[in-house]
């Protein structure tokens, strides 16, 4: 039963994150770092959270997964993109993200039911996404300008480790179809 699914407190909590995306976006684009840091707080928690709760009610299911990570893909791209416009970040990493997502969604056959599969690399991807963007937020707030460098640094690392994520799900896909 598909609306049972949509249902369930993790996907409200997950869909109150993605309600946050246009305040924090716009936020960072008028520089206003204090709510911007704010709503990234609520976000990441939000993240934490929606995974407790649908472990603890029993209601996983691969639609909620799905939901989870894709909110959470377009919370880091949007803010990467709104960091590229002001200058902080290169302007490469921003679009890659989404389409690491969708390769991600498409290698994992997501749209037809299945569980999402992870790969060492790509968690460590969606992690260190959020961890840069909270860090040039957050810098902005605390006023330590001497991480502009390493932040800028940190989005070209994760600019290369998407690419060599992207290639390595693309190899296992050629491996597997022939063997096939």
Do not use: E
């Amino acid at each position: 039963m598909i609306s049972g699914q949509w249902t369930t407190w993790a996907n409200l909590v997950t869909t109150t994150r993605l309600a946050l995306l246009p305040g924090f976006t716009l936020a960072i684009l008028f520089n206003d770092w204090l709510v911007a840091s704010a709503l990234f707080i609520l976000a990441v928690l939000s993240d934490i959270l929606d995974g407790k709760l649908a472990r603890r009610y029993g209601q996983t299911s691969p639609l909620g997964g799905l939901l989870d990570h894709a909110t959470d893909a377009i919370f880091v791209t949007l803010g990467c993109w709104a960091l590229a416009d002001l200058g902080f970040i290169n302007l490469y990493l921003w679009w890659l993200i989404p389409l690491a997502f969708l390769q991600y969604m498409a290698d994992s056959k997501a749209l037809a039911g299945s569980q999402l599969r992870t790969s060492v690399l790509g968690k460590a991807n969606g992690i260190a996404y959020f961890a840069l963007v909270g860090t040039a937020v957050g810098m902005q707030v605390l006023d330590w300008h001497f991480l502009a460098n390493p932040v800028q640094i940190a989005a070209w690392v994760l600019v290369l480790s998407t690419v060599v994520s992207m290639l390595d799900r693309l190899l296992t896909l050629l491996r597997k179809f022939q063997q096939s």
